[in-house]
């Protein structure tokens, strides 16, 4: 029987997947990605599993659990910081990196629970901000892609070139998979 996903959502509901894999290093996703969709089931990308519901008869197909780590931040111009973060990093170690760097932009979004990687799939926000606020590129994967490919939200500044063509911060390719949240901050007054 496979992984239980109520050992992997807020909720501690929900039965077994037929197959559960966890993502560690960008670099094996064309892989990772082959062998969950091989057998034409459906899959399903989780974060940290805190706005999934699962059912308790479980999931009849490939869960993929990011769980991809690291951040970097690098000065971009004199007024802001461009932060690159692996998409299962969780939301609040980004936050608490960028608080901690005193760095103004996401600070209110600290007490939300989920990973970096889900939040630009919800807009996670809270108290006014929210993240499309200062994201300036996601670096994604599609499933039938053995290259991941770079986006920048409409709205993005100017800053937005350098920030989507940055290297991951494993010195790896620029991949936090599937989904990784470049966010220029600026410096707080
Ligand atoms: C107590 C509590 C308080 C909350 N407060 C807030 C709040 O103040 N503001 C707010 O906006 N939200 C809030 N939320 C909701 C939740 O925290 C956010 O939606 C968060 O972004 C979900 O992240 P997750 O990693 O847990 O997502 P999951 O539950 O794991 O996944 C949610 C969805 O995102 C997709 N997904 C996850 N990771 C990826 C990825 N890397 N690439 C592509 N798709 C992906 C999944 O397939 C799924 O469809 C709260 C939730 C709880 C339980």
Redesign the pocket.
């Known amino acids: 029987m496979g992984e239980f996903l109520a050992d ?4 501690q509901l929900g039965g077994p997947a037929d197959q559960f894999l966890t993502h560690t290093d960008p670099t094996t996703w064309p892989d990772l990605a082959r062998a969950a969709q091989g057998d034409d089931k459906t899959s ?9 519901l699962a059912a308790d008869t479980g999931f009849p197909g490939t869960v993929i ?2 769980a991809t780590r690291g951040i970097t931040a690098r000065p971009l111009g004199r007024d802001h910081v461009e932060v690159v973060a692996h ?2 990093e ?2 609040g170690s980004l936050v608490a990196l960028t608080v901690a760097e005193g760095l103004s932009g996401i600070e209110y ?1 600290g ?17 006014g901000q ?1 993240i499309s606020d200062t994201l300036t590129g996601i670096t ?1 994967h599609d499933w039938h892609l053995a290259t991941p490919s770079s986006y920048t939200p409409p709205t993005a500044a100017s800053a937005t070139a350098a920030a989507s063509s940055s290297p991951g911060p494993d010195g790896g390719p620029s991949s ?5 949240s470049p966010a220029a901050a600026s410096p707080r007054p």
Do not use: D, E, W
């Open positions: 992997h959502t807020t909720l399903f990308v989780l974060g940290g599993g805190s706005n999934t659990r990011m998409a299962g969780t939301l979004l007490g939300i629970p989920g990973t970096v990687g889900a939040a630009p799939v919800h807009n996670t926000g809270a108290y929210q994604a936090p998979s599937p989904c990784g």
